[in-house]
């Protein structure tokens, strides 16, 4: 079985949670699999079964990769010739037009391959949030014309799937959002050096991801700016971690690793004593938060953060929506050890009996081959 993934943004070396989803994905489906993919450089790499092949971004606004997009199109399109699959999946973390230009050349020109859309969020959704009523109305136009003309569509939970029904009458199968969980085996010697070099203490507080998606920058500003100052005055060896970039202030507390490489990531979320989600907007289901309970964290979330994963309060997650809610949950955590210490047992295991990446991607091998 031959799988080939088309991803429009740099998913190998993963540095976002989109890029994450999209190379495990391509990595470890229990199949001969090929990842195209935009990036600053043209390469050709090959990782045990999986074939990369990296194509040079042409453009970076919205306008310039419109202007390239039949070019773009057409190489992608050569490379899926070339390695002959039987299913090519669309990656669901791209403007849904420029997937929807890609769904119709594909459809024309390789009309024996089947094609499967793999939505990591409902993108209308975002856009309603974020961009002007054209944009946004262009996006449910090509969102529509991706789940009505695919063979096979696949949400990441069934919140989503309910939502793209209620859209577009289209009720995708189920792929959650995983993770991988031997990759959290981190050595002491590596969690040791990450210490050191960022100064992170016993008592971190970890969130993660791209300071320039506007869920996240909410989410770090409202920590820093509502949640870490009380926090620290009452607790001075307490320590806000953020990766993938911060606000532009730098108090005693905040550390800032910037985009690190994946390897060093897993040693920090290792690191760290706590995890938090303070999400308030969007779709999908939060990559962070599997990360964190994976690694063996404790996790306080809004509800809207931990949307889509079935987390049960006081179980497998603290609940809290204000910051003196925040509070209260990270201190709770931080004075009561074996409220620490079973939360994050049931979320581990929880984890790993149903967000694993190999049995997941065993799963949607099997439902492609239904096909």
Not at 224 to 240: C, F, G, K, S, Y
Not at 298 to 309: D, I, M, N, Q, Y
Request: hydrophobic share 45%; glycine share 6%.
């Amino acid at each position: 079985m031959r799988i080939a993934f088309l991803s429009l943004f740099e998913a190998y070396p993963p540095a976002s949670g989109a890029a994450y989803v999209t190379y495990n994905c391509a990595r470890l489906t229990p199949c001969t699999a090929l990842l195209v993919q935009l990036a600053d450089r043209e390469a050709v790499e090959q990782l045990a079964n999986l074939t990369i092949v990296s194509l040079r971004q042409q453009a970076s606004s919205r306008l310039k990769k419109l202007a390239y997009m039949p070019l773009t199109i057409s190489r992608m399109r050569k490379e899926v010739a070339k390695f002959r699959p039987g299913y090519v999946v669309l990656e669901g973390a791209s403007w849904a037009v420029y997937l929807a230009l890609i769904a119709l050349v594909l459809r024309k020109t390789l009309p024996k391959v089947k094609i499967i859309y793999h939505a990591h969020n409902v993108e209308y959704l975002l856009r309603q949030e974020q961009s002007n009523p054209f944009v946004t109305a262009l996006t449910k136009w090509a969102e529509r014309y991706i789940l009505t003309t695919c063979d096979r569509s696949f949400a990441v939970s069934e919140d989503d799937r309910q939502r793209f029904f209620g859209l577009y009458g289209v009720l995708p199968s189920l792929l959650p959002n995983g993770v991988d969980c031997s990759a959290y085996l981190v050595p002491a010697s590596e969690i040791d050096v990450v210490r050191e070099r960022f100064g992170i203490t016993d008592e971190a507080i970890l969130f993660m991801g791209l300071y320039g998606y506007p869920p996240n920058t909410e989410a770090i500003r409202f920590l820093a700016d509502q949640v870490m100052p009380a926090l620290h005055h009452q607790r001075p060896n307490l320590r806000l971690v953020v990766t993938g970039g911060g606000p532009p202030v730098s108090p005693p507390w905040l550390i800032n690793t910037g985009v690190i490489s994946r390897r060093d990531l897993n040693a920090v979320i290792c690191a760290c004593r706590l995890g938090v989600a303070p999400i308030f907007r969007g779709s999908g289901t939060r990559l962070k938060i599997l990360e964190y309970m994976a690694a063996g964290l404790p996790v306080v979330s809004t509800r809207k953060g931990a949307e889509g994963l079935n987390l049960d309060a006081d179980k497998n997650v603290l609940y809290a929506e204000t910051a003196a809610e925040f509070q209260r949950a990270l201190l709770r955590l931080l004075c009561d050890s074996s409220l620490s210490k079973n939360l994050s047992l049931q979320a581990a295991t929880l984890v790993r009996s149903n967000f694993d990446w190999p049995p997941l991607l065993r799963h949607f091998a099997s439902e492609l081959e239904s096909l």
